[in-house]
């Protein structure tokens, strides 16, 4: 069995303003969440998948598309969705949105209640994608089309199960890595 990860194409959405208050953030990320991509970096169709699983966002869900055309139908779903991200309360002080994803990410890391879902959930959700990976398409190779943060957990998870692969501290948009037990 193979399993092969792949981050959304590059996301082509710039944020109008780079300071902004937490309730423009919130919808900065909304708006990112719904933005195109552009598709470079194509992966190809080596080795043959025989099913794919993709995000539900629409970043994941175009690119595994793209990737996966004519070969079948994609199995779309929240499961696979990023990390949620939001402010981490409410404030009229402008942050530049970059401060405000590392505010998020830290508040994710410590399980904080402004965060839709903690870091103990996330790695929950991760196993669980595994879990129902294995228990229905173990005798495939099963391509998903995700996102960096969730694609960082479902690596954790696969390597406590031994599977073998390439790790990264950022995944590359439209790479492929694949892992096999």
């Given at each position: 069995m193979k399993i092969g990860l792949v981050r959304h194409f590059?996301?082509?959405?710039?944020?109008?303003?780079?300071?902004?208050?937490?309730?423009?953030?919130?919808?900065?990320?909304?708006?990112?969440?719904?933005?195109?991509?552009?598709?470079?970096g194509h992966i190809g169709h080596d080795p043959k998948w025989e099913i794919c699983i993709a995000s539900d966002l629409f970043r994941a869900s175009k690119t595994a598309e793209i990737i996966y055309q004519g070969q079948g139908p994609i199995i779309k779903t929240e499961r696979l969705r990023e990390i949620g991200m939001r402010s981490i309360n409410q404030s009229e002080i402008k942050l530049h949105y970059k401060i405000w994803i590392v505010l998020s990410r830290m508040a994710w890391f410590f399980s904080h209640k402004s965060q839709e879902e903690g870091r103990t959930d996330t790695t929950l959700r991760a196993k669980q994608i595994i879990n129902w990976i294995e228990d229905n398409y173990m005798d495939s190779n099963v391509l998903v089309v995700s996102h960096g943060g969730i694609m960082k957990s479902l690596i954790q998870e696969l390597f406590k199960r031994g599977y073998r692969g390439k790790g990264f501290i950022k995944p590359d948009n439209g790479r492929l890595y694949i892992y096999e037990k």
């Open positions: 590059k996301v082509i959405y710039k944020p109008e303003y780079s300071w902004m208050t937490s309730d423009q953030f919130n919808q900065w990320v909304e708006d990112y969440n719904n933005s195109d991509v552009s598709p470079v």
